[in-house]
């Protein structure tokens, strides 16, 4: 629900999805998620969509089985991580004719699951969080399966022994590794650019990459012109995103700045940072800082990374 240049994290995953035809949603929800599901009414009234809750967050494996009474089994699906944006042909993935999974090349793969890979593309091994990693391609948190039976049944099975298997989650990578291993073909499809976004610091660092393509795509420059005439008691530096009914009084913005719909700033300096929707931030210097949606933060300087629903009083 962050917004990330003029769009949440959800919208973005969402209308690439649209774009390359998907049409039907099923969103797995919890902590909250009455919030996302408000927001996907409000934003796409006219989505086929269902909502499932998952209350005990047993990891994503069990996110994808909480659906399976809602999935067609003969039916294809792409499973998509939300707090991953990534760009990468998406229709191409979805008429490749053959189980996908994304991976990324990364520096470091220790933190994520990870994808053995031949001369063919073909995925040999998929492990999660390996201690000694044999690939440096990570999975990104993007699958497409065309094996949707095989995959909740094997699903059924580790669900049916989680309990006493000792683990704290259900990895969907162990699902996808059994698949692999009874015979199904997975290949690898590269991502151009993969932003992941659950953390602080990435969450900012894409931010600002959204809002520096803004700028190459010329399309800021006269947006500037239009802020400054809507917000004529703030000083703007650029790039930043400003939302509609927001309101700025002797206030610096920028650079690098998201800002959600109907937020008030009054009397601070922000510059690389997110601040959600319905915000309120008085007297405060903010840097690096995520400022979640309906928060109020009244001080001083302070880098801050606070949820919906939240009050700081500062001084």
Partial sequence: MIPIAGKTILSRIVDRLLEAGVQEFVFV???????????????????????????????????????????????????????????????????????????????????????????????????????????????????????????????????????????????????????????????????????????KESLLATSAIFLQQMVEKGRFPTRLAELAARHPQAMIIPPVQIAPGCTLRHAIIGPNVSIGENTVVERSIIRDSIIGSYAELKDVALHKSIIGNDAFVRGSSQSLHIGDNTEIDLR
């Fill in 29 to 199: 929800v919890g902590y909250l998620g009455e919030k996302i599901q408000d927001y996907v009414a409000q934003a796409y009234p006219n989505l086929a969509c269902r909502f499932v809750q998952q209350p005990d967050r047993l990891g994503i494996g069990q996110a994808v089985w909480l659906t399976r009474k809602l999935i067609d089994p003969e039916e294809d699906i792409i499973i998509v991580l939300g707090d991953t944006v990534a760009e990468y042909d998406a229709e191409a993935v979805l008429a490749s004719g053959v189980s996908q999974i994304a991976v990324r090349k990364v520096d470091d793969p220790r933190s994520f699951g990870v994808a053995e890979i031949d001369i063919n593309n073909r995925i040999l091994r998929v492990v999660e969080k390996p201690l000694i990693p044999k690939s440096n391609m990570a999975m990104v948190g993007i699958y497409y399966i065309r094996e949707t039976g095989l995959l909740f049944r094997i699903l059924d099975r580790e669900m049916a022994h989680f309990p006493e298997s000792g683990k704290e989650d259900l990895p969907l990578t162990d699902a996808l590794q059994e698949m692999i291993q009874e015979g199904i073909c997975f290949d690898a499809f590269r991502v151009s650019n993969w932003y992941d976004c659950g953390k």
